[in-house]
């Protein structure tokens, strides 16, 4: 057999072998590391074409779950689908949420228009929620007004970035500093959770998620507690006992 003759026959052998197709691209991990003005953030990105959201607060034993790892127990068999999880709002001494939350369908806890100190209270506070059409991070005003059916909510505060501008009382050199978490959504419909992993002001984590994260719309989950699970990262938080958590899934949908 010739020189030529036989690499021809080395290429058959090796499309054979790969179906005579290329070989499918390697999809990236959702969560990387990225810096902000010489500060570190992790940046997960939720596609809905890639994935699906769901929330999560108790156990089998009716009590909330408070760490992650109780979550993948709990999870079993379907906790490899976890493409990442963090803490999902405020709570209170007895972990349970303090605003709106929506599981399954089913309001567990009302919307909270209350006045009061703290984050949560800071207004515009807002809600993270997702139905039919799609993911969405509105203020507590327009969410009463739209009266949306989700499939999820979960209320926080405050409000980050709204319709394109930071929050009107955050100050530049503000002294609070906190590893803090928030959730915001593109103009694709992209949610982008970030989780700060160097001590940040509500200044600069805002201004992450839009100029960063380009999120119109960014919602602050927490701050201090802040925990994040990363499977593809290896990276499993141990926060303080947490509330309500969000966890995003790989879809069945997105499977070849």
């Not at 992650?68 to 709990?74: E, K, V």
Request: charged residues 20%.
């Amino acid at each position: 057999m010739t020189a030529a003759r036989l690499g021809i026959v080395t290429v058959l052998i090796a499309l054979s072998a790969c179906g005579g197709q290329d070989a499918p691209e390697q999809t990236a991990p959702p969560c990387r590391t990225e810096r902000f003005e010489g500060q570190r953030f992790t940046h997960c990105i939720a596609d809905p074409e890639r994935h699906e959201i769901a929330l999560y607060l108790d156990g089998a034993d009716g009590r909330p779950l408070e760490r992650f790892g109780a979550l993948r127990d709990l999870l079993g068999d379907v906790a490899g689908t976890i493409a990442f999880a963090m803490n999902a709002g405020m709570y209170g001494e007895d972990l349970r949420p303090i605003g709106l939350f929506v599981t399954d369908g089913e309001e567990r806890v009302p919307l909270n228009r209350n006045a009061g100190p703290g984050n949560f209270h800071m207004a515009p506070n807002g809600v993270f929620y997702a139905d039919d059409a799609g993911w969405h991070v509105a203020t507590t005003a327009d969410y009463a007004a739209r009266s949306p059916r989700p499939r999820i909510a979960t209320q926080s505060g405050p409000m980050l970035v709204i319709a394109g501008k930071l929050h009107p009382d955050f100050s530049e050199n503000g002294p609070s500093r906190h590893f803090r978490n928030g959730v915001g959504v593109d103009a694709d419909g992209n949610a982008h959770f970030v989780i700060s992993d160097d001590m940040v002001s509500f200044y600069r984590f805002a201004r992450f998620f839009r100029d960063v994260a380009k999120t119109p719309d960014a919602l602050y989950l927490d701050g201090a507690v802040s925990g994040l699970w990363d499977p593809a990262g290896e990276r499993m938080d141990a926060a303080p006992p947490l509330g309500p958590l969000i966890a995003v899934r790989n879809s069945a949908k997105a499977e070849p």
